[in-house]
């Protein structure tokens, strides 16, 4: 019973709910937000206070969180898909929040570093993939069917951005997010702190 546990992720503190729908809460209305997709985002399982973290390596999904924290989108109304009133159009905006840059170790090895930018153009956060361990933003997180392993046991982990925090800290913004087990759907809303 408790190998399942470990498979399952049940020991986990955080997780991803990939079969679930992903909302956008603007008063009482729920927003598609597509192309952002519950499999790039990771939160905590805890009840209350839950914290919303986003895969790294999705970093042009990522790009949307930024629009929808400035505000930059529209609002299309009626959906065509049960369980929302509209979707949020990103085309109003064409500034570049995230940026990848390919980083040589060697001739022949490579990875990628993510910069993070305000409004302004500012860059506010920088992922590097070799300082994980020291970067207060990172949370790894295990695929599902791997969640609870120890770290010797499996190392493929996910690492994922911790909206919640860098949001607060480099944008005055408050990400709050919640599950709605009736809607199987994550339901998360933005505004200013």
């Given amino acids: 019973m408790v190998s399942l546990g470990i498979i399952f992720g049940i020991f986990q503190r955080e997780e991803v709910l990939d079969d679930y729908e992903v909302a956008y809460e603007i008063g ?7 192309p952002i997709s ?7 399982k805890k009840k209350q206070g839950k914290h919303l973290y ?3 390596n999705s970093y042009y999904n990522l790009e949307y969180l930024f629009r929808i924290a400035y505000g930059q989108f529209e609002l299309n109304e009626p ?10 159009d990103y085309s109003v905006a064409d500034n570049a929040y995230v940026t990848q840059e390919d980083v040589f170790a060697t001739k022949k090895d490579q990875y990628a570093v993510y910069s993070f930018h305000n409004k302004m153009g500012k860059e506010i956060y920088r992922y590097d993939p070799e300082k ?3 970067d207060p933003y990172v949370v790894r997180i295990k695929p599902t069917i791997l969640q ?5 046991d499996v190392s493929s982990y996910d690492d994922f951005v911790d909206i919640t ?3 607060h800290d480099k944008l005055d913004e408050k990400v709050t997010v919640r599950v709605d087990e009736s809607k199987r759907m994550v339901i998360f809303s933005i505004k200013k702190s």
């Fill in 148 to 152: 609870g392993y120890k770290k010797s």
């Fill in 38 to 44: 519950s499999t790039d985002i990771g939160l905590d």
């Fill in 132 to 134: 994980t361990s020291s």
């Fill in 54 to 56: 986003f895969r790294v």
């Fill in 28 to 34: 009482d209305k729920l927003y598609e937000v597509f």
């Fill in 165 to 167: 925090e860098l949001f």
């Fill in 79 to 88: 959906s065509t898909v049960k369980g929302y009133a509209g979707r949020l």
